[in-house]
Structure formats: structure tokens, C-alpha cells
């Protein structure tokens, strides 16, 4: 066994002890307070293993932003990690059966954060030779679509030469994620117009039946072939049954493999005229995140990736999915980005949401290993 493999066997309970902290302090996205004690958490971790506190960006609505520096070279590599989760608090509880550990968030992505801290760690204790700046960038909002940290992702990444993102793998393969589609949503208010529907029900103009056809038209955009799709998720309209609707609301998700795709349909639903008379449309929302696109320096920091896998005996994949990331800024930016080196588990979002104790090692030392062999071999196969 290697001496970072090893490092990371010996260190399991600590890991472990670690995800526990974090996972058991309740950090719901929209809850500013609590995003912010959490925040002090990881501070705590920082400063118990390498003697400095992360960089505060404060933000007023959404918990703050931390920004932690190791190394001194001038080519950099970002690690990102959102400590946000989509849970209440309360919702989940932290418990150990067998080779899982469960609780809010400790898949989607304390779990990640806390290894690759981890593997940070270990280059530190064991003095290897490190040759990049690392950036660790822990980030609040990113379950929401990151409104406040995309900006500091974005401009922290153009001073970037690779970013490393750790979101949990593709389940059950252990797969890391080289490409994903890019997100956009969208709300369309539908007014109409007013009337009794049993004495002057001709008089009126239903929002709700304007509303049907623009859902059937906006599905039938959805081309599984070219890797798009277009879900009407949210709908409301009307109030009394005796009232022909004079309003309505959809609300629509939609997911591209490509840039240039993103933007056809974005024109699409901007483009929207109404499908009846005397009914009118509002369209508010837009692009929230590029696709995450593969490229030859994905391809190539791919490689560094299996070779660095290899070391620990794994056998590395890669795969395309239509979850968005902030792995989708950064590549989007030109940045060679690598995703889902978070911690083995499943149930993202789900309340059997777990990590697998034993992978644990193992991962983390891949983390390492490929952390390394950037820093050595500039990202080249």
C-alpha cells in the first residue's frame, strides 16, 4: 500500500469525525445564519490543520463565501465545494449503519469537501513535493443556482489554470464527470380575461386554456436525440370554478447539451406570442448555467485523472449527465475542468442520502494522487 493510501487508512475515524461536524450542523441554502455557522465549521477544520483561517466573502442575503489558499506557485488550480444542502433542518440526522454514513448533505457534498481537505492534508504531513497554488473555494448557494457565487467563481477562475470539482461521482460506476448539460429556467405569466362562466362565459379568454397550449408547444421542443429537453414543472392559474381565468402562471426547466442548442431554444421561449387571442404573455428568466462541454484539456487532464486512479487500483471511467454543476463556469470559461470527485454513495437529494465508509481511503488518495501529478506534469497524459 502507498504512503498516502496508508495515510488515509490511518486517518479514517478523523475523516469520518470530520464529515460528522459539518454534516451535523444544518445548512439549508436560503438560511443565511445557519449556512453561516457551518461556514465557522470549516473554518475550525482549516485552522486545526493548517494553522490559517480561510478569506470571509461576505454576502448579505445568502451565508458567506470562504476562500482558502496553500502552495505559492503561480499556476493554480480551484477546487470547488458547496457546503449549501437542500434540506431543512431537522429533515436528516447523521447516523453510521455498517459501511454507510447518512445525513443531510454528507453525499451532495460535505462528504467531498471534507476528503478533498483531506487530501490536501496528506501532501502537507507527508511532505511531497507540490509545485501548483491550490484555491479552495467553498461556496453557499450553489444548491439554488449559485445567484451570488458565480460571480466570485467566475472571477477567481480566469486567474485559474485548472478547476477540480468535488460533487459527488456517477453512482455506482464511480464515473467522473467530464461533460454536463447546461441549465436555464424560465417563468411565463399568462393573462386573460375575466368572465362568468355561465352567463357571459363567451366573454371571457382563459389564461389556463392558453396555458395548455403553450405547455404542449414548449414539451414538444424536447429532442431526446440531440440531448434536450423541456419540462413544464410549475403550474397555477385561476381561482373560483364559476370564473373563467384571467391568469395563470408556468414555470419551465430546460437542459442542453451545447451552447449553440442552449441559445436556439432560449430565443424560442423569449420569442413566445400568445397561441390565442386576446390572451398575453410575460416571459421572465433565462440561462443559469452554461453546458459543460468536453474538450481536448478535459480529455487531457481526464488522462492525468486515470493515471492517477490507477496508483489505488481503480479503473477510472468518465461520463456525460444532465445535472448542472459550477463545474459548468469554469469550463465554460476555457478552464480544464474535471467533476464528481466528491465521496462514493448515493440518494443525492433523497432521504436515504449516504456515503460508503470503506471507499472512503481510497478516494481521497486518488485526490491526492491526481492533485500530484497536475502539480508535476502540468495536467498532460
Known sequence: ???????????????????????????????????????????????????????????????????????????????????????????????????????????????????????????????????????????????????????????????????????????????LKTERKGSARYYIDITGKAAHAGNNHHEGVSAIQEAAKAIDFLESLTDYEVGTTVNVGFVKGGGKLNVVADHAEIGIDVRAGTSEEQERIDEIIHGLTPFTEGTSLDVRGGVSRPPMERNQDTKDLFQTAKEAAKEEGIKLKEASVGGGSDGNLTASMGVPTLDGLGTIGDGIHARNEHIIISSIPERAAFFSNLLIGIGTNDGEA
Open 1 to 175: 500500500m502507498d504512503s498516502i493510501r496508508q495515510f488515509m487508512e490511518d486517518h479514517l475515524q478523523e475523516i469520518i469525525e470530520d464529515i460528522k461536524f459539518l454534516v451535523e450542523c444544518d445548512s439549508p441554502s436560503l438560511n443565511k445564519k445557519l449556512m453561516d455557522e457551518c461556514g465557522e465549521r470549516i473554518q475550525e477544520l482549516l485552522y486545526r490543520y493548517f494553522g490559517k483561517r480561510a478569506e470571509v466573502l461576505e454576502e448579505e442575503k445568502f451565508g458567506n463565501h470562504l476562500k482558502f489558499e496553500y502552495g505559492e506557485r503561480d499556476e493554480t488550480i480551484l477546487i470547488l465545494s458547496h457546503f449549501d444542502t437542500v434540506w431543512e433542518p431537522g429533515d436528516l440526522e447523521f447516523k453510521i449503519e455498517g459501511d454507510r454514513a447518512y445525513g443531510p448533505g454528507i453525499l451532495d457534498m460535505k462528504g467531498g469537501l471534507v476528503q478533498a481537505i483531506w487530501a490536501i492534508i496528506a501532501i502537507k504531513e507527508l511532505k511531497i513535493p507540490f509545485s501548483k497554488k491550490i484555491v479552495f473555494l467553498f461556496t453557499s448557494d450553489e444548491e439554488v443556482s449559485s445567484p451570488t457565487s458565480r460571480y466570485v467563481i467566475e472571477e477567481i477562475a480566469k486567474d485559474c489554470d485548472y478547476a477540480l470539482v468535488t460533487e459527488p461521482p456517477v453512482v455506482r460506476t464511480g464515473a
